[in-house]
């Protein structure tokens, strides 16, 4: 049967299809082909955090939740947040989520009314912008790709008009690795009390920062509890994709309400992933390190690659990807992405999915084992000679 599209929501058929799941898809059926698309860790989750699950299956713990998630993974998450100076009450400052994904979509839809404005600083993660718009939102792009690919506080401040109720940002970002300096964040946060908006800050990364970085949380600036809301998750630190485990921490009377849509939609959080969040906490730190370090190793070889090749690349502070400028090549990011998977069969997404400043990029996430990601270097390399010599 033919669907008519007037029986169908005119903002869902605006929406467009995730950039990142139309490459995902195309690897289907092609097992000989070398993904550095998808941002998934290449690691099982620790065997700690399954055992846990297995465990708790086994006693036959297959229930529903409180709405609001375990208290004893609320509270674990309390004191895992107080290593960044953040403190949560775990009673009605946390609420656990079917992964950071449905965090970004709840407090979106709590927050924002028609005719609103959000700024979103950008290139950002593909579902911030269309989930915006589904509120009726307007969305107003900053765009830092002249600015090391992280907002400054003038650009927010620019930005900011009577409509304006959000900034969105996201630190270590996805997908440029970038990390926004604490300096500059400081500044944001002033900027943010001024105006009296939110800061939505997605802080999936914080665990995965190299060098001598580390992360810092606009929420723990004096005053800014009051005016952020954090998304957070296990999907990244602690391999855990699959299990759809996140948390938004928030100020209570924003929480009371957004925890009304969560129950609605999701009623809570798969509760095995939940005891295995728990245990990842507790005991699953000397993995995550393990990974951390296999990451930091990897983003050398990968930067490494692209220098040699004469590629600019922004310095990937932190998370697992690389933002590379393809430009050189002639080609559009979508033409680079799509003729480097026909012909060398390597997959890695275009820049222009991320939004404003994308065009011209790649992103190629090296959460992937080392050995693929010297033959799809090797073949990158060869596919950018290939475009330069057509130049």
């Known amino acids: 049967m033919n669907t008519r599209k007037d029986k169908l929501s005119e903002s869902i058929m605006r929406t467009p299809p995730s950039g990142i799941r139309k490459f995902f898809e195309m690897l289907i059926g092609h097992d000989d082909v070398i993904s550095l698309s998808v941002g998934e860790p290449d690691f099982p989750t620790p065997w700690c955090i399954r055992e846990e699950a297995f465990y708790h299956l086994e006693k036959g713990h297959t229930s529903y939740t409180s709405n609001w998630g375990l208290i004893e993974l609320r509270e674990e998450v309390a ?41 979103v600083s950008e290139p950002c993660y593909v579902n911030y912008i269309p989930l915006a718009e589904l509120c009726q939102t307007s969305v107003v792009h900053i765009d830092t790709s002249k600015n090391g690919f992280y907002p400054s506080a003038s650009q927010i401040e620019e930005a900011i008009t009577p409509k304006t109720k959000a900034i969105m940002i996201c630190s270590p ?17 002033t900027v943010a009390k001024k105006h009296q908006i939110w800061v939505i ?43 759809r485990i996140g948390y938004i921490a928030a100020p209570q009377e924003l929480l009371s309400q957004i925890v ?57 502070a932190g998370a697992f990807y690389m933002f590379p400028d393809i430009s050189s090549t002639g080609l559009s990011s979508e033409e680079f992405a799509t003729e480097l998977f026909k012909q060398h069969n390597i997959a890695v997404v275009p820049g222009s999915v991320f939004g404003a400043g994308g065009e011209g990029h790649i992103r190629c996430c090296y959460a992937t084992a080392v050995d693929k990601i010297k033959i799809a270097l090797d073949r990158i390399s060869d596919f950018i000679a290939e475009c330069r010599n057509k130049i």
Not at 88 to 112: C, F, H, K, M, W
Not at 204 to 214: A, F, G, P, S, V
Not at 297 to 310: G, I, P, S, T, V
Request: net charge negative.
């Open 79 to 119: 004191k895992y947040m107080e290593r960044y100076n953040l403190h949560y009450n775990p009673q009605n400052e946390i609420l656990i989520t079917v992964g950071a994904s449905e965090g970004v979509d709840a407090v979106l839809r709590a927050i924002l009314n028609p005719g609103d404005e959000i700024l």
């Open 201 to 243: 800050s997605d802080e999936i990364y914080c665990e995965l920062t190299y060098d001598e970085n580390k992360h810092v949380s606009i929420a723990s600036f004096p005053g800014m509890k009051d005016y952020t809301i954090i998304l957070n998750g296990f999907s990244k630190a602690f391999a855990m994709t699959g299990w």
């Open 260 to 316: 009304k849509l969560h129950g609605y939609n999701t009623i809570c959080a798969p509760i095995f992933s939940q005891y295995g969040a728990i245990e990842g906490l507790k005991n699953g730190w000397k993995e995550v390190e393990k990974m951390r370090i296999s990451y930091q190793q990897r983003r050398n070889l990968m930067e490494k690659a692209f220098h040699e090749m004469n590629i600019p690349v922004p310095e990937p």
């Open 173 to 189: 970002n996805n997908p440029t690795g970038t990390i926004i300096p604490p300096s500059e964040l400081e500044k944001i946060a």
